[in-house]
């Protein structure tokens, strides 16, 4: 089992910046990609990005690239997201989520690909 614990949330004004933490636990040896989701109120939970777990490469949705970076620290088994240039459209829980093997390619990981969630982390993105 992989454990992980989501940290950062908060408001923040439109145009700001805030930092999500994940931390894993657990059998991180079995985890193959990190992927950040969010979910805003009555709509569906959406892929953002996500990292290979050894940090080698990166996909992001269209709606956060270039403003959204992911990145990992492996000596703390740690990943995070740093979100800048945030939108009210961002509003929204944010959570982590990983899985083992690779599903190869760029592209928008559904949710029902990830069998390891966090307990999400609430965002709020005043304009």
């Known amino acids: 089992q992989v454990q992980l614990v989501e940290s950062g949330g908060g408001l923040v004004q439109a145009g700001g910046s805030l930092r999500l933490s994940c931390a894993a636990s657990?059998?991180?040896?079995?985890?193959?990609?990190i992927s950040w989701f969010r979910q805003a109120p009555g709509k569906e939970r959406e892929f953002v990005g996500r990292?290979?777990?050894?940090?080698?490469?990166?996909y992001y949705a269209d709606s956060v690239k270039g403003r959204f970076t992911i990145s990992r620290d492996n000596a703390e088994s740690t990943t995070y997201l740093q979100m800048n240039s945030l939108k009210p459209e961002g509003t929204a829980v944010y959570y982590c989520?990983?899985?083992?093997?690779?599903?190869?390619?760029?592209?928008?990981?559904?949710?029902?690909?990830?069998?390891?969630w966090g307990q999400g982390t609430q965002v709020t993105v005043s304009s």
């Open positions: 657990g059998r991180t040896f079995d985890i193959d990609t």
């Open positions: 989520a990983a899985r083992s093997g690779f599903l190869g390619g760029d592209w928008l990981h559904p949710p029902q690909e990830y069998a390891y």
């Open positions: 990292i290979r777990w050894s940090g080698s490469s990166t």
